[in-house]
């Protein structure tokens, strides 16, 4: 069996060894200024109203950014870092790393001390050879060697093989280390360099396989990198240098708790903005200073709109579960977000899109977003990882209920029905999920429930009573389909399988993960008819065993589980759409063939909700 990439840290006994010079080239960025006000006269810079002086206490190299700029120029200076405190920077005095890292610790307020988010308290071995040591402990990371990988653009920067010989800064590796994270997983050895490197980046790699760690230590290391010595804000209005989107509220959450620890200590300070909160909390929080902001799409144009948010001096775009991101439910709100408001142009910023899944004219429509971009696929575009254990089982609607019982009894039996063994169990519609936890809890079966008509308060109390073991099942519509890191989820159920194969590829990845085994079991009947045969397709690429029944149905079944959001002749055929020269708006990728418009009609289009489901997207 496998072992888990941060689990095995600690029995681990050898690995390969480590070269700690650092062979890959190292971005010369010597003193940054924001690309998008390059070449403007000052003016063009915000135009304070009233501005205010702050006494800035910094240090570095500073000289000539627009930042010092801005705060030595003696005109008209924004304020800037945030209110009563000497935000300094000590650019100097960082032992070990190289030059040149802005090292922002040194401005922390010391009335306002930032939380540990390791609640380790003690001292990381910050020694060059902590990495070494550690990556000579046996990690098993044989089980990714042979993912195939696919690049495709212009020049693309090689990959790495350890975090030593990228140079993200000490402050950041030291919260690497923090984390037990031993080796790059196989998309951050590629993404990193390429993120590293200044590039655009349409990025897709299975579930669980650390896309969240490959784009954000790229943007907290550039922040760190660029020499901002000073935060800025005009009046109530803050001006984040970084911003990652992602489709819900409880997603935004972990991505900000994981962005905090990997920029813990390096004055890179990481806020969230989501719906169903109080606005104003956001707001204090965001008063406080800001520079990656983590935020549901809907939030952020409120944020926006009430211009206590400027997207003028974003330097780093990052959306994650991007397909979702640009699919009907969302691509307006991301429109008007990128190319609406005075966020800097593509080409200006760097954009980076994340996902496990990227059906082709999502990626056309993705390439909207980005310039020259580099495409990343580690395994196959939409494959799930042979780290799950998958199961079909044909259940006549009317038996599901005692079917999910038996499984339950059964789990129960073999002792998986501990607090470190949990169940996520998938149903198509809120009032199925709140019906489902509810026959559940009356079975002796402690359930709690998460979707989109339960306060957000309910949602997150849910998810923690879930995560701690308290109630180890929770009923989800597919609001807890993407993203979500929950240790010890053992199995998934597709009590209602979705009709979509990448939603089903997203929920089963809700176990199996950071190399941890899983199981999924899927309750099929005549009604998921159309998802047949991606689902015999995917389980076959994925080593599964694929019932008699399956493939039977499969043989018979059109094509379904929107095949038509992918490229013709076979589910994986398509990877960066770009390969495919004739591709273009007007071909039948929609189904229908004749879509009057250049995205098709809502109903072809893969991210649209059956009829009569209601969505639980934020
Ligand atoms: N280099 C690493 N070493 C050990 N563990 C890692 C490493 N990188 C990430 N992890 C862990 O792997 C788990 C999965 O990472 P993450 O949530 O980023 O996956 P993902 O690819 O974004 O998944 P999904 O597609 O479901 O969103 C997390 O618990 C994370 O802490």
Redesign the pocket.
């Known amino acids: 069996m496998r072992t888990?990439?941060?689990d095995s840290?600690a029995n681990s006994a050898s690995e390969i060894g480590v070269s700690d010079n650092n062979s890959f080239p190292r971005p010369t960025r010597s003193t940054y200024v924001p690309p998008h006000l390059r070449n403007r006269p000052a003016s063009v810079a915000p135009n304070p109203s009233g501005p205010v002086t702050e006494k800035a206490s910094f240090s570095g190299t500073a000289g000539g950014s627009q930042w010092s700029r801005w705060s030595g120029g003696g005109g008209t200076k924004p304020e800037i870092g945030r209110p009563g405190q000497g935000y300094g920077y000590a650019g100097a005095g960082q032992g070990g790393s190289g030059g040149g890292w802005n090292n922002r610790s040194g401005g922390w307020n010391r009335r306002e001390r930032e939380v540990n988010p390791f609640g380790d308290e003690g001292e990381v071995d910050d020694t060059e050879q902590a990495f070494s040591e550690q990556e000579h402990t046996g990690?098993n990371f044989d089980a990714y060697e042979d993912i195939p990988v696919e690049t495709s653009g212009e020049n693309v920067p090689p990959p790495v093989n350890t975090?030593v010989e990228i140079d993200l800064g000490e402050l950041l590796n030291q919260n690497?280390r923090r984390?037990?994270?031993?080796?790059?997983?196989p998309?951050?050895r590629h993404a990193i360099p390429i993120a590293l490197g200044g590039r655009d980046l349409m990025a897709c790699?299975?579930?669980?396989?650390?896309?969240?760690?490959?784009f954000c230590f790229p943007i907290i290391s550039g922040i760190m990198r660029e020499q901002y010595v000073q935060r800025l804000r005009v009046a109530r209005t803050v001006y984040p240098l970084a911003l990652i989107l992602s489709p819900t509220r409880e997603?935004s959450c972990?991505i900000h708790e994981?962005a905090k620890k990997f920029s813990y200590q390096t004055g890179v300070k990481v806020a969230v903005a989501y719906g169903g909160a109080p606005i104003n909390q956001q707001l204090r929080e965001l008063e406080r200073g800001v520079d990656i902001l983590v935020a549901t799409p809907g939030r952020l144009v409120d944020l926006l709109e009430r211009a206590r948010v400027s997207l003028q001096m974003i330097r780093y775009l990052a959306l994650?579960?991007a397909d979702r991101m640009l699919d009907m439910g969302f691509e307006p709100q991301i429109r008007k977000i990128v190319e609406q408001t005075d966020m800097p142009n593509r080409g200006v910023r760097q954009t980076m899109l994340?996902?496990?899944t990227f059906p082709r004219e999502i990626q056309r429509l993705a390439s909207d977003f980005l310039s020259n971009y580099i495409f990343l696929a580690v395994g196959r575009v939409g494959s799930s990882t042979d780290l799950i254990f998958q199961r079909v089982e044909f259940v006549h609607e009317s038996d599901k209920r005692s079917h999910l019982m038996d499984l339950l009894h059964a789990q129960k039996e073999n002792g998986v029905h501990v607090k470190q063994a949990l169940t996520l169990v998938f149903v198509e519609t809120k009032k199925g999920a709140d019906s489902l936890e509810h026959w559940l809890c009356i079975n002796g079966f402690p359930a709690t429930t998460i979707h989109g008509d339960r306060t957000q308060q309910e949602r997150e109390l849910a998810l923690r009573s879930f995560k701690s073991g308290k109630t180890p099942i929770l009923v989800a519509t597919d609001v807890a389909a993407?993203?979500?890191?929950i240790?010890h989820v053992a199995h998934v159920i597709n009590f209602d399988l979705p009709n979509d194969i990448d939603d089903y590829v997203?929920r089963i990845?809700?176990t199996g993960?950071?190399?941890k085994t899983g199981l999924a079991t899927a309750f099929f009947n005549e009604s998921n008819l159309s998802l047949a045969r991606p689902l015999a397709e995917l389980m076959q690429e994925a080593n599964q065993d694929v019932p008699p029944w399956l493939t039977r149905y499969a043989s018979r079944a059109p094509y379904g589980g929107n095949k038509n959001r992918r490229s013709g002749g076979g589910r994986f055929g398509g990877r960066d759409f770009r390969r495919e020269g004739s591709f273009s708006r007007n071909l039948d990728y929609y189904g229908g063939g004749n879509s009057g418009s250049a995205y098709g009609v809502a109903g072809n289009y893969g991210g649209g909700y059956a009829p009569g489901v209601t969505s639980a997207w934020d």
């Open positions: 888990s990439w941060a840290v990690i975090f690497i984390c037990k994270y031993v080796k790059p997983t998309v951050q790699a299975q579930t669980g396989s650390g896309k969240t760690a490959a997603l972990q994981e994650d579960e994340f996902s496990a993407r993203g979500l890191d240790p997203h990845g809700r993960r950071a190399g």
